[in-house]
């Protein structure tokens, strides 16, 4: 017996829309322009955090079911995301072709030519230093093909039964999480005093862009869909774990310094998120708000929106384009308008068709 698809959850679509936005803003915008708003959009990073533990939920969300009852075949599950996530990832490497000088003055000889031959296989996220090779954000897609490689074993886990030891598992994931982060205060091998957005290291950069020190998340997802079967799906338990998890997450952003970036950068927020997660996959009012359709179609673009931001941003502004037409009085509300509406383009226009075409012709012959 085949196990049926899931329901949709718009309302942590409707998330990912704000989620994409916040990085747009977090790289290019002044955060003081955003009122209480501002620790938000300063620690824009943590939208990151939040799309790979959500990564991690979403797709044991849709396959653990079908793992456990053997009906998931590994192959055809990194085909599908393989088309899924190929065509946008190479359509943001080829919109960088203006970046290689920079690239080749900011490299050794060797680390050019394998930022060049590692980032089309989607591995430069596995050497700090070009993690960011070509296309800043695009060190998270290294992360989630590894991710994706091994969801196939982890998805076989079996459903808890207790919900207190399942979570005490998740807690041990959690810790482990955080140990990267706590062992760079520890030894602060960069010797910088106080860590932030702006500073740079050889090892903060191994801690924030490679996949090792992210895969807790990622595990931390999947695990809080198991949790997510046992939990009744309107219960008003779960509006008032989203909104403690909006809110302790707002809390500990407005704190600013005082919390540490290491560790906020990535483990500290994983159970504020999973609250946040598991209201929203509920019935209730927040998930209502956050599925109004408006706002899933924008996150329906996410994908496109945080892989393309960057490289679309720098040819819009390095063409002089805004500036020709007499509209840089708008700037730089008119290129987040722009933003979206090209990252919807590519969605419907080159993601969806190119997804397609790569499944029938990766598909078996009859």
Not at 180 to 186: E, K, N
Request: glycine share 8%; charged share 15%; aromatic share 16%.
């Amino acid at each position: 017996m085949e196990i049926p698809k899931p329901a949709r959850l718009d309302a942590l679509t409707g998330l990912r829309c704000f989620a994409a936005v916040n990085i747009v803003l977090f790289h290019f915008s002044n955060p003081q322009w955003f009122g209480w708003l501002a620790p938000v959009v300063d620690a824009g990073y943590v939208s990151v955090s939040y799309f790979i533990l959500l990564s991690g939920f979403v797709l044991a969300y849709n396959y653990s079911g079908r793992a456990r009852a053997g009906q998931l075949d590994k192959v055809r599950f990194w085909k599908a995301r393989f088309t899924r996530i190929y065509p946008i990832y190479l359509l943001s490497l080829l919109l960088a072709w203006n970046q290689l000088p920079r690239e080749y003055g900011s490299h050794t000889h060797a680390m050019y030519w394998a930022g060049i031959a590692l980032s089309p296989l989607l591995l430069q996220g596995w050497i700090p230093a070009i993690a960011t090779f070509l296309n800043t954000p695009a060190w998270t897609m290294s992360a989630e093909a590894f991710y994706y490689f091994i969801f196939p074993w982890l998805a076989r886990w079996k459903r808890p039964e207790r919900v207190m030891p399942h979570i005490a598992k998740m807690a041990g994931i959690w810790i482990l999480g955080m140990v990267p982060g706590a062992l760079y205060m520890w030894f602060n091998p960069d010797g910088i005093p106080h860590p932030s957005r702006w500073s740079y290291g050889p090892w903060l950069w191994a801690l924030k862009y490679t996949p090792y020190s992210h895969v807790a998340s990622f595990i931390f997802g999947v695990m809080l869909a198991e949790l997510d079967e046992v939990m009744v799906r309107n219960s008003r338990l779960r509006f008032w774990l989203a909104l403690s998890g909006f809110a302790g997450i707002y809390g500990l952003l407005t704190l600013g310094p005082l919390v540490p970036y290491a560790i906020i950068h990535d483990g500290l927020l994983m159970p504020l998120f999973a609250c946040i997660v598991l209201g929203l996959a509920g019935k209730n009012p927040l998930s209502m708000v956050l599925g109004w359709r408006p706002l899933v179609f924008i996150g329906e673009s996410s994908y496109c929106l945080y892989l393309l931001h960057f490289n679309l941003w720098n040819l819009l502004h390095g063409s002089h384009i805004l500036e020709k037409l007499g509209l840089m009085r708008f700037d730089p509300w008119l290129s987040y308008v722009l933003l979206i509406g090209m990252a919807l383009f590519a969605l419907h226009f080159i993601e969806k068709p190119a997804q397609k075409q790569l499944r029938k012709w990766m598909a078996p012959a009859r």
